[in-house]
């Protein structure tokens, strides 16, 4: 059994609408990972006291693979708000009797208040959810209750029958930090490290799509969102138009040879006179097709018999028999007048730029985007455009970035460089903050004494980091928090410093979230294919880790993928040609020949 993943839902609709009451979350937090040291909490979730809240964040916990025990703490007296059990027996498959029974009787010999708690305990999917109180004392003592059980429950669910290997390795584990120093635990990241696409999930939890649209110009609307259906306020085409060179006619006068009446061109104004039997118009592309007459006849089916005097053409034989309609495109065959002929919340190509300027639609509503501003940290940076001194470096993360979020139609803000003290991230933030809703900084987000960005975003700004540790290489120490300021919300992404972090990081959480913001309805994640190690790759991360490849096609059209070389995140030249980022989980030796998961962020060809 790898680390056993732990959640904690805190149920209150105090604590979610200021999450420094949670006092019972954290507390739990730190008694589950003092007596389960390599244990990690991958889920972690404030919702208010509504029964379909609780139902939504359990069914998100236990999606395979995001945690094994999910404690939900909160929401189980006798209070008309108080759901939880009833949200918890909604979603778990299985009931745990005995671990209720267990809460219950060990609860109630400290006090006969217990008498009055409702837990539900279960099993969803391969998750097993327990309930305990709200109060941080009664949760961390309810825990106490079950801690001795619960790896071996997680154990049996997941058919793990060595559990007693399993069992001595937390002992040992516990006496370890027994005997350790309390330096060891004060080193350890507080931040729970989550999987990518839980730290996905809980994005979307914490963000929602944006309402307000904006009129633009149709020429500045590319990769922009349609915030309204369009609807063609009149036919294309609006007369019945030619697609050939040639001979507007009667179906019914047949082959045969005509004098030519007149001839129209694209752009004439159509001819009111009705064609008349034995008549026919000369006609070109596009040009409309004259009243009476039904059909075209292209200018290979017939031949010259005679000009007249000013030389223009004056008989013509027709030489195959026309069929009504033939080469006439009816007025609303391309679209239809009143249908929609764009959808909301589509992206705007340069093609829906097109059919809008054949509608004669000039300006479109178009979803606001977020106002990005990006900042660079460290003492180490200077501008690319300057000279540079001894131990300095540019700082190359902030104009990558910019034009990373351009090349896929988003315009940011170059908010600066902050020192590494938190005098200047705070100026830097709070600059920045005034003018944008969404940050993205890079830098100061690790261990380091001057990593600065989370302490100043809590500290300072009253942020809520919803996470600050994914599992993935490079990328680990990314930080997604929320915060209000000057009562409006915004949105930061502190991103690590180094190159190949930022870039990746920006890949795989920026780019989505700016899309599910604006309800992109066309992304749906980067498209992955499976493609084949062209050479062996070995990882030596525990990580699962973002390789950057190139991926092209071989000699039977199999696709196939390359390493960019030394994948050390500090080396951007591994980016540079990259068109893909192969998944590998992490620790291990990879064969060329194997098959494996790649996101596409650049194209193939
Ligand atoms: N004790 C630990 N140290 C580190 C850990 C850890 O878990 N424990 N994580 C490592 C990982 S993984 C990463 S990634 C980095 C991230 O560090 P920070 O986000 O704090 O970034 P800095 O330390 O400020 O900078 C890292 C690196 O990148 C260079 N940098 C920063 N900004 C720019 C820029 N705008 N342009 C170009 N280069 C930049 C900076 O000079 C550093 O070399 O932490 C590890 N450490
Ligand atoms: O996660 Mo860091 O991004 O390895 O280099
Ligand atoms: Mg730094």
Not at 221 to 228: H, V
């Amino acid at each position: 059994m790898g680390d056993v993943k732990f959640g904690i839902l805190t149920v209150s609709t105090s604590c979610h609408e200021n999450p420094a009451k949670d006092l019972a979350g954290p507390k739990l937090a730190t008694a589950t990972a003092e007596a389960f040291p390599s244990s990690r909490i991958t889920f972690k979730m404030i919702v208010t006291d509504s029964f379909p809240e609780i139902v939504n964040a359990l069914k998100l916990a236990t999606q395979p693979n995001v945690c094994d025990v999910l404690f939900t703490v909160g929401g189980t007296g006798f209070a008309p708000s108080d759901v939880t059990p009833e949200a918890t027996r909604a979603v778990i498959e299985k009931e745990a009797t005995g671990l209720s029974c267990a809460l219950i009787a060990k609860s109630l010999a400290i006090t006969d208040m217990a008498m009055l708690s409702r837990p539900a305990c279960g099993i969803k999917n391969r998750t097993i959810i327990v309930n305990f109180p709200g109060s941080a004392k009664a949760a961390v003592e309810c825990f106490g209750f079950i801690k001795t059980s619960i790896l071996h429950a997680v154990a049996l669910l997941n058919e793990q029958t060595d559990n007693v290997k399993w069992e001595h390795q937390r002992i040992q584990q516990e006496s370890k930090v027994k005997l350790g120093s309390g330096g060891f635990l004060k080193r350890k990241s507080p931040f729970p490290m989550l999987e990518v696409d839980t730290a996905l999930d809980l994005i979307r939890h914490q963000v929602a799509p944006i309402e307000e649209s904006e009129e633009i110009a149709i020429e500045n609307a590319a990769t922009r969102i349609l915030a309204e259906d369009i609807k063609a306020p009149h036919p294309i085409p609006s007369f019945p138009a030619s697609i050939k060179d040639g001979y507007a006619v009667r179906q019914s006068d047949g082959m045969g040879r005509r004098r030519i009446r007149a001839a129209v061109a694209a752009g004439d104004v159509p001819d009111s006179e009705e064609l008349q039997p034995g008549e026919i118009i000369r006609i070109s592309t596009g040009a409309p097709v004259p009243a009476g007459a039904d059909a075209v006849v292209q200018v290979e089916d017939t031949q010259l018999l005679e000009t007249s005097e000013t030389g223009d053409e004056d008989l013509v034989e027709i030489l195959v028999a026309p069929k009504i309609g033939q080469d006439i495109r009816p007025i609303g065959s391309d679209i239809q007048a009143q249908s929609v002929v764009l959808k909301q919340h589509a992206s705007i190509t340069p093609a829906y730029i097109g059919v809008l300027a054949m509608l004669g639609i000039s300006r479109v509503k178009v979803i606001k985007r977020p106002a990005i501003g990006i900042i660079s940290t460290g003492n180490e940076l200077v501008s690319f455009k300057g000279p540079l001194k001894p131990g300095l470096i540019y700082d190359s993360n902030k104009v990558m970035l910019l034009t990373l979020l351009k090349s896929f139609g988003y315009i940011a803000d170059d908010c600066g460089i902050a020192k590494d003290t938190p005098n200047s991230s705070k100026s830097i933030l709070e600059n920045a903050l005034k003018a944008h809703n969404f940050i993205i900084s890079t830098g100061g987000v690790s261990m380091g004494e001057f990593d600065f960005l989370k302490q100043v975003l809590v500290e300072d700004f009253g942020a809520q980091v919803h996470f600050g540790r994914v599992n993935m290489k490079p990328g680990k120490p990314t930080v997604f928090a929320t915060l209000n300021f000057e009562g409006k919300s915004k949105i930061v992404f502190a991103l690590p410093g180094n190159p190949v972090s930022c870039f990746v990081t920006t890949l795989l959480f920026v780019l989505p979230t700016l899309k599910y913001l604006e309800n992109d309805q066309q992304f749906i994640g980067w498209p992955t294919v499976d493609a084949i190690l062209e050479e062996g790759i070995r990882s030596s991360d525990a990580r699962p880790e973002y390789v950057r490849v190139i991926v092209s096609r071989n000699e039977q059209n199999t696709l196939i993928c390359k390493s960019t070389g030394k994948q050390i995140s500090s080396r951007l030249t591994s980016t540079v040609d990259a068109n893909g980022l192969l998944l590998l989980p992490g620790r291990a030796a990879f064969e060329a020949g194997e098959s494996h998961p790649v996101y596409l962020f650049g194209s193939i060809f």
